[in-house]
Each structure stands twice: as C-alpha cells, then as structure tokens.
C-alpha cells in the first residue's frame, strides 16, 4: 500500500477534519506559525515539494513532514461495494475488506482547471437574434385588439359584436376560442349600448320612469337599515317575552254569559289549534331576547319543515303579539326588527308553499304568472290561509301577519294586491299607540315596495295618517306611559326616526319634486315637526335637501327645544350636505349659521355627533382656514372635563375626513389646529389607530418624494408615536404594518442633491425607529442607495469629500446590522453591504463586512422561523453562500492576509458548522467551492468592479497563486470523495449516485480532462454514478450526449477519447 | 300497508250548489289484489239539533236530542263483488244533487245547536275475515246566490253611556261618544261586513274595541222552541287609545263555515247578522261597558267586570 494514500486517511479519517481545518486556518492567518497538524496531505511528493516551496507561508513545508510521520494507515470504511476487481483495488492492512475502485483508487487527485475564454464562449451560446418581419407571425407579439365595433341591431339594445384582432395572419388561439371577441371587450360592447340607449332614447326612459315597478340599486334596502337599528337601540333594561301557546282563557273572559262552556272552548280552539302552555319568561337580558328570538325564528322553521303548519302560525302569531307590547320603549325598534324577520321568513314560507303546488309534473309557473294558471288546490289554501288569518282576534297579530303573507295574493286576483294595501292601511288606524302604529306603518311599506312598488297611493296614504295621527305623541296616553317609563321626550321621538325613515324613504323614491314640495309643505303645518324634518331630511334625495338648505336651516331653528333635540337635526342636515353640494352663493352662510347652532350645544357627546358630521361639508367646501377654526371649536368643546375620552370614534372620524380632502400634506400641517387636534387622541391605542390612518393616506396620495421640514417633522412625529406604541406584546401583524407604514414614509423622504442632509436624516430615523427590525432594514437598503447615488453623480470616480461621505454610509452600514435580530437578514445585508463598499472602493470596509459574515455565519440555528413555522435554515444557508462565493470571486485579497483568506476563512467556518446529519448540502456547497475556486484560476475573471482590481489583475495569473488556488481544490476535492464514500449504505446509495454524477458534471464543465488522473477520477465517478443502478438512465444518456457533443469543439478532442470510456448500464 | 281506500272530490273547495253535478272518483289502492263483496257508496245530508242546556235541563240537553232531520239519503253500488287489481284503481262517480220531495238542500253550517251537514260515504264490503273498508267524505253545500242585486242598506249609529242598556249606575260610566255606520245591515255571506267608526271623545282612555259575530239559533223539540244566541266569533278593530275622530274601519271576514244565510224552517231557525261592538273603556283598569248592536239597533246585553 501507497505510504501517500495512507497519509490521506490518516488525515480523513484518523484526526478529525473539523480540527484539521480550524489548524489549517491558523496557519494560515498567522503565516510561519508552526502547526501540529494540517489537512494537507500530499500524494505527490515532487509536485508538493515544488509547491511548497512556492508557498508564501512557512507553516507549508512543515506540515508536509509532519505528514509523513502520521502516516498510519487507519482502519478503512468497508466500503461496501462488491468490487469488481478494477485495476485501483487494494487490500488495506487493517482489513481484508474489498473496496469499489472510485473510492479504492482514491487518493487526492489534482485539481486542473479548464482554462476558459468567457467571451468567446458567451458569444458562442448567445442565441442568434433572427429580426422579424413585420407581420410575421410571433406567439409573443401582443395581441392587439384594434378595434371593437358594437352593432346596434334593434332599440331594445341586443347588441352583437364583433372585434377583429390582431393583422397577423394565424388566429390566436385565446381570441378564436371566443368567437373572436374577447370578454372584456364584450362586456364594453354590452354595456355601451345601454348607457347610449338610456341617453339617448329619452321618451323610453320616461315611460320606464312612470312605471318604475322594479326598485333599482339606488334603493337602500331594508338589509342594510337592519343592522344599524339593532346596534343603535339598545337596553338595559330586563324585558320578558309572553307567549300564549296555549289557550287564552283570560281574554276570552268578556264573552257573553249566552255562550255555553262548550261554544267557548270550541272558539278558544279556533284562536289557538292545539293545546300547549303560557310561556312566560321574564328577567331577560336583550342578548337573553335577541336568542329567544332566534329560537323562535328555528322553531318556525322546523315546525314548518315537520308539516306542522298550524305550529308554525301559531308561533308567528304569538311573535307579532309582542309587537304590541312596549313596556321597554327603547328596545321597541330593535324588537321590531327582530320579530319582522320572523315574519319575513313566514312569508316566505308560505309563498313558497303555495308556489310549489301550482307546479305540475309539466309545467312550472313563471316569474310573471296571472292567476289563471293557478290551479284550484294552490287557490284554495292560499284562501285557507287568508280565511284563517282573518279569524285571528287582535288586530295587531292580524295586521302583521297578513301583511307577512300580502304577496300571496298575486295568487288569487290580479287585484289582490291593490285592495289589500289600502285596506290594511286603514286597519293600522286601529292601533293607538302611535310608536306601534307608526312600526306597523313602516312594515307595511316595506312589504308593499317588495311586493308591489307600483302601488305608491297606500305609501301616500300611510304618510297622510301618520300625520293625522300625529298629535297623539303629545296626548296623555302616550305621556303618562312615558312617565311610568321613566323615559323623557327628546329621548322617546329618536325612536320614531328608524320607521319614519323608512317610510319616508319609500315615498321619496323616485317621487316627483312636487310630491317632496308637498310633503314638505304638510310637516311644516303641524307644530313641533323636528320629528317630521329629520325624518324628512335622513330620507329625501340629499340633492333635493341641499338645495333648500337654508329653508331647513329656518325651520330647525324654529323647532321646539323640549321636543326632539336639534342636534340630531343638524346632524341630519349635515349629512346631506355631505352627499349634495347646496348652491354657491349659500354655501358660507350655511356653514356660519349651522355652526352658530351646534357650537352652543352643551353636551360634549351631542356637540361632537354634531361636529363630526359638518366637518365634512366644511373640508369640501372651504379652505384649510375654515377647517382650523372648526377644528379650533372642537378643541375647545372637548378639551373641559377631557370630554374627548368618550367621544374617540368621533373624533377619529373627523381626523379621517380631514385627511381625505386634504392630500397635500404641506396644506394639511399648516392647518394651524391640526397637530393641536392630534394631542386630544391621548389613549394610546387610538392615537396609534389615528396615527395610522395619517400615514396610510400619506402612502396613497403623496406622490412625489419630499423635502418639506413641516411635513417632515410632523411625519416624524406620528411615526415615532406608531413606533412607540411598540412593545413586547404587540402582534406580529401590527408590526408588520406599523412598519410597513414607516417604510412608505422613509422613502417618500428626498433632499435631492443634498446627500449628506439625508444621510442625517436617516441618522435621526434610525435612532427613532430602533424598535422596529424592518424600518432598520429598509434604512440600510436606503444608506445604501445613497451610497450608490453619490456613486452615479461622481460617475464612479469619488472626490476626497464623496469618499469620505461614502465611507460614512458604510459605517452607518455596519453598525446598524448588528442591532439586527434575523440572522438571514443580518447576513444578507453583510453581503450586500460589502457589494456596495467595494463598488464605491471602500476595500477593507468591504473586507470587514465580509469577515462580519463570515463569523455570523457558524451562529446560523438549524431551525428558523418564518411566518410562524419552524423550518430548517439549511436550504436558506445553502443559498447566502452561494450568492457568498460570487461576490468573492472579485474581492481581491488583502496584502496582509495571505492568498485567498477570505475563501479559506468561509472554508474553515463551513467546515465546523454543524449540518444535518442527512444531507448534502455541505458537498454541494464545496462543489459551489470548487467552481469559485475555478474560475479564479482564470486570467481574467468573468465579471468585475468596476475601478476595483481583482485577483486576476493582482496576481496577474502568477504560477504561486495558482499553485495556493489548486491546493484549495484539491482538499476540497477530498472533502467531497469522503463524503462521497460514508455515501456508501444502502439507503443513501441514491444520494450516492446523484451526488457522484453532479460532481461529474463540476469536473466536466470546470476541470481540465486532459489531465489523466481528473480524467480517470471523472470515469470513476461516472461508474459509481451507475454502480447501483440507481442513476436516472436518461440523464445519463443526455450527458453522455452532451460530451460527445462537445468533443467536436475545437480544443475538446479529448472528449472524444472520455466518452469511449464512459460506458452505459443498460437496465435488465 | 294495506289496502287503503279515498274519495277524491273534482273540485278542490267542495263547494256545491244543489242541482249540480257532483263528481269524482274513489280510489283503490294496494300492493296485493283486493278481494271484495261490492262497493257502495252513499250520500247522506242531516240536520242534528241539539237542544241548549239553558232551555231545558242538562240531562235532557244529553239524552233528548231532538232525532235528526234527513234531507238526502242514497246508495249505491258502485262495484260488483269482484276483485280489484294491485295497484291503483280509479272509480269514477257522478250523481246530481236532486232531493225527492219538498224537502230542501240547505247550506251546510256547523252551529252549536244547529248543525247541518253532508257526507259522502264509500264501504267496501269484504268476506269474514278481512274488515271493512270505510272512507267518509264532507262535501258543502251553498245555496245558489239570490237573484237580483242587494240593495246595500247602510245604517248610522251612536253610542254614548246613555243608549246602553242593563247598566245599573250609570253614572259611574265615564262620558264617551261614539259614533258610526255599517254599509249595510244585509250582508252577502261570501262578502265581508264593513263599515267605519270614529271615536268622537273618550273621558277614558280606550283599551280595545272589538266586533263580535253572534248568531241566533232556534230548535224545536217537544217541550216547544229553544232560542240561543252565542258568539261565533270575535274580532278586534282597535288596540289601545286610538286617536279621536279619525275614522277605525269595521271589517269582519264571515268564518264560512261557522255561518250560514238567515234561515228558518218549520223544525229549526239559524239567524245571523247579529253583531256586537264592545268598547272597552278602562278606568282605575277595572271598570268595563259592553255595547251590543242588532241590526243597527243598539240595545245592552249584559255588563260584565274584568
């Protein structure tokens, strides 16, 4: 046996390599210390004296004698391999084992590199740019739809249209597929005709006018008010539900003494079908109610699924009875709401049933049917169900639930719906409390525009009785409830508002101008109409408000203060202008005299709902003048008593409608009261919300890079207050966008040519915003851009004042990262950094911070976190270093430092890193090593910096670096075999074999075959590759390919002679 | 699962008017072929009076009762002795509502005392040891609408404490005055009563004003005639304290079936249109007037206490 090759093991397997690298490194950080032990092991004794004799540093030559006096061989691997007796087979002493030849034979093997001519071979593989025609047919030539005609064919607007696409001459096959017009253009043809069509065909849009009978989008549906009823009328208060699932043996008490027991019971079972118990559950809360009532709402719909019909009507009944029931007035609209949803869905229900029926086996009924192809079993339940609702006792169960099933007339008559609404108006005249009525008003308008928006004469009528009823609201009755309530009046009329909105709305869609001058005309007679006028202002078109704005002003003013409070009126009004502009002229004084009103409002909660409403109007109509002062008032309204801690929503709201109308932000912080308004926020949490919303707006509408210090300063202080909300129990996702948000505004800062101003600004931003790890990151991107700017106005030549402001952002650089918790961002910025340092020829700032990277990386965890997931770092290590070795290539070494030591350095800590047990990433990073080395060995590199000397122009191709250069190699080819051969059991045998085949293709494309010994080492791998017949028979053809097709290149004819001796396995 | 057995009548209300044809179908249904001894079916109208235990005693009330009256009575055989096969079967029927006699149809109506009501009745007759098949039917019967157009004949009403009757102290009855009309006193029975109310002034707030349907029936039995008014039913026009001097509508759907057009024979006597209006005045909550209107006469039944 071969004294080298066991010196070679002994090294590899006898003292341990992480050891043996650190050694290495030392030695050569410390040229002429002396050293116990190295990695080296030289096979070739006459080529290592010749290179140690080169060798800058002493500690070479050393090592080599050292080498021999361990040159035990060790126990070898049983490599496992049955070895075909190959000429490299050896018995080991310490074994009788056989061994495969690849790892057999191995012994340290040269490294050559292939000498590469990068020009020639990037002009070789550049693909030949054919120019193309025009009109030649290309699939990456846009597609360009030149035109797309629309066709009116008939006036009822069925369009057909066509487009012609693109001139070349092959369809595309999207557009063909399409019949030739692509949807959106489709979409615009389709579109088109109609807007044209509306315009122009106005006779046509009058006649859809006065028929009107679908309620377009404009109509704000019932959906949408329900919500906002239920969370504005709330209690407190203890409510009970009183359900009579039984029989009403109390109320039944007045009839004659004449009728017989029997007759009574027998009426009692007409009332209520089956028997059951008085439910009565009292001491609820609203959310004990609100589910109560949902329970109800299930149970009717089961009972009804069950066929129990008559269950299901006699729950509906009984909800609606509760409607009559107003012992806890605030909660009435929201229990409105609540009970009118029952009876939504028994309608429902209902309609649905009797819809069913009509359809037969053949034929199903459409949307639009007559009642004459109703068959007789659908009419006769729908009758059914009116008789029998007709015999329900009180009115009010009776109403409602009519009112529910209104629909199902279309069912019997086609005038069933006319008659009924009118006289189911009248009913309504029947209930005395005017809060019920006034309910029951609006649901049956609710229904009525569902059913039949035709029918606009019952929503009038509703209107007209409302008002005659209207004085009731005063009379005793009502205020003696109030009394027993405990309730006062400008708290009692809000509660009409929901109804009366809705009512009113009904009747204002699509009405004529006259109707709305009518009615305006008829609230006015009656006194103390503030209810009326808000109703009528929340509810009428707000174009048609705004023009009578002033009208309305006078009228507020004249209302009764003890009735509904004026706030809400002006609030009201102020919605509207907010919607619809009033006439020029009036504008100012509008706002003059509103403002005189609300500003001697008392309660701060009424003056802010008030404020909160015409800051808009003012932020549309005037200049930031305007808007202080107001904003001054609120100020001075909330400031006494800090009234402005209960009012925070508001006031957010205001803040939020300034910042919408004012998108220069110049303007904006030289609204004299804004910051002042800004310190009113004191809650944290709010003040961080509001925070946001500035910057948010910022982000959107600033457009142009700024310089201004009001916006500056300002900005810096609604950052610092996002920034100081920080702490260890904010989310993750809060940071996110706090940071997100500091980010938009650090770069929307510019000083333009004034660098050294920016770099100060990003000084003062850094010590802001040291909490938040993404803000430093992007402030590092940004000193770094600053770095390359100064480059680019220098036009790469630095005077002596830029390179010293250059080398200032670098410093600002370095010492940023380490406040950095992300290990990868840490590292990547090292690198990047480094990159920006030595393209502005800072070279030992560049060195220090690849050095900086070089010792993070061994504190690199094997797991790391992202998004929340722990997952390994290996991949993402894998990766920074590659990205490592090709900025490496252009550093040029230190004079200090001995040849390479960069390299070595990273070696040495890839080296120790501790790697998953099973895998390769550390032979797939020293194959990215090997091509490093590579290409350094190359006259002149493939890229450079520019005014940067790189080690091809240093050392100039001198034989003693090249000599440094293949050493490198040679260990790291060792490595690599080693790792190869612990590849060597069974279940890695196909790690084995990719990994062999890739170092093939390293060796193929890096090193020079010419030699023999790399030759013969590339046709071993190429056979450990196949040994276990776990390569991939295809790659291997390709390759196998791939050399013969590269031994027909000029220089490449010992290729030739390499593929004869790469033999394929053929599977069997 | 048996056989079952169903009559199934053309129309889908039932509703017939003597001299029309009824017709429809009996149907035999079952999975094994049915054996049977014949199938017949029947028409059957009675009258059952029942007598008031007001007007005689209770026990007579039980045992007495006046024996039916017939108005039609017949059989057929529809099927022979024979056997139907599995499956449906569908048996056509007509048969023309005629009475023998001077004997007359008269609506159906379901009374207290009064009940008057038509059947038809299917048997299929089967051997010893399988049961017999029953399936009864009810169809109605209307009377043909009257000739000639009702000439509407509305009526005015006051009511104030004075015109109540059977008061003791009047002067305990707070001030009110209502006033009102009907459209009409005679009412077509498929059309609802209607009519308009105004509260005019109410010392008392109102609870509730109600409309109540009460009928009139007459039995004739041995010990003579038995006259009864009950309520057939009740229906509120008002709830709480409705507003003075806007008119409340009146609007009684008839229950069809609880009612019946005035009718008097020699045996029995059914009178409707009477209907009743209570107020109900509430003062210190306890204090009650009901008022009673027939025929647009106003006239106090009874006073009773909540």
Known sequence: MAPADGAAWALREGACPSQSWRRGRCSLGSAGGSLPLTIMAPTDGAAWALRSGACPSQSWRRRAARRGLCGRATAPHNHGGRGRAGPGRELRTGGPRRRGHVTGKMAVFPWHSRHRNYKAEFASCRLEAVPLEFGDYHPLKPITVTESKTKKVSRKGSTSSTSSSSSSSVVDPLSSVLDGTDPLSMFAATADPAATAAATDSSRKKREREDNSIIGSDFEPWASKRGEILARYTTTEKLSINLFMGSEKGKAGTATSAMSEKVRTRLEELDDFEEGSQKELLNLTQQDYVNRIEELNQSLKDAWASDQKVKALKIVIQCSKLLSDTSVIQFYPSKFVLITDILDTFGKLVYERIFSMCVDNRSVLPDHFSPENVNDTAKETCLNWFFKIASIRELIPRFYVEASILKCNKFLSKTGISECLPRLTCMIRGIGDPLVSVYARAYLCRVGMEVAPHLKESLNKNFFDFLLTFKQIHGDTVQNQLVVQGVELPSYLPLYSPAMDWIFQCISYHAPETLLTEMMERCKKLGNNALLLNSVMSAFRAEFIATRSMDFIGMIKECDESGFPKHLLFRSLGLNLALADPPESDRLQILNEAWKVITKLKNPQDYVNCAEVWVEYTCKHFTKREVSTVLADVIKHMTPDRAFEDSYPQLQSIIKKVIAHFHDFSVLFSVEKFLPFLDMFQKESVRVEVCKCIMEVFIKHQQEPTKDPVILNALLHVCKTMHDSVNALTLEDEKRMLAYLINGFIKMVSFGRDFEQQLSFYVEARSMFCNLEPVLVQLIHSVNRLAMETRKVMKGNHSRKTAAFVRACVAYCFITIPSLVGIFARLNLYLHSGQVALANQCLSQADAFFKAAISLIPEVPKMINIDGKMRPSESFLLEFLCNFFSTLLIVPDHPEHGVLSLVRELLGVIQDYTWEDNSDDKVRIYTCVLHLLSAMSQETYLYHVDKVDSNDSLYGGDSKFLAENNKLCETVMAQILEHLKTLAKDEALKRQSSLGLSFFNSILAHGDLRNNRLNQLSVNLWHLAQRHGCADTRTMVKTLEYIKKRSRQPDMGHLTELALRLPLQTRT | ?306
């Open chain 2, 1 to 306: 699962m048996g056989t079952s057995l169903d009559i199934k009548i053309k129309r889908a209300n039932k509703v017939y008017h003597a001299g029309e044809m009824l017709s429809g179908v009996v149907v035999v249904s079952g999975k094994d072929p049915v054996q049977h001894q014949g199938l017949f079916l029947t028409v059957e109208g009675t009258v059952n009076l029942q007598l008031s235990a007001k007007s005689v005693g209770v026990f007579e009330a039980f045992y007495n009762s006046v024996k039916p009256i017939q108005i039609i009575n017949s059989t057929i055989e529809m099927v022979k002795p024979g056997k139907f096969p599995p499956g449906k079967t569908e048996i056509p029927f007509e048969f023309p509502l005629h009475v023998k006699g001077n004997k007359v149809l008269y609506e159906t109506y379901h009374g207290v005392f009064v009940n008057i009501q038509y059947t038809l009745r299917c048997d299929m007759k089967r051997s010893l040891l399988a049961k017999d098949l029953t399936k009864t039917c009810e169809f109605i019967v209307h009377s043909a609408p009257q000739k000639g157009k009702l000439t509407p004949s509305p009526v005015d009403f006051t009511i104030t404490p004075e015109t109540l009757q059977n008061v003791k102290e009047r002067a305990l009855l707070p001030k009110f005055l209502i006033r009102g009309h009907l459209n009409s006193t005679n009412c077509v029975i498929t059309q609802p009563l209607t009519g308009e109310l105004v509260v005019e002034s109410s010392e008392a707030a109102i609870r509730s004003i109600e409309l109540q349907l009460v009928r009139v029936e007459t039995c004739g039995c041995a010990e003579g005639y038995a006259r009864d008014a009950t309520e057939i039913q009740n229906i509120q026009i008002a709830d709480g304290d409705v507003c003075r001097s806007l008119s409340v509508p009146i609007y009684m759907v008839f229950p069809r079936l609880f009612t019946c057009p005035t009718l008097e024979t020699t045996n029995f006597k059914v009178g409707r249109a009477q209907w009743g209006r209570g107020t109900h005045v509430s003062r210190e909550g306890s204090n009650s007037a009901f008022a009673r209107l027939t025929k647009g006469r106003p006239s106090l039944l009874t006073s009773t206490t909540r």
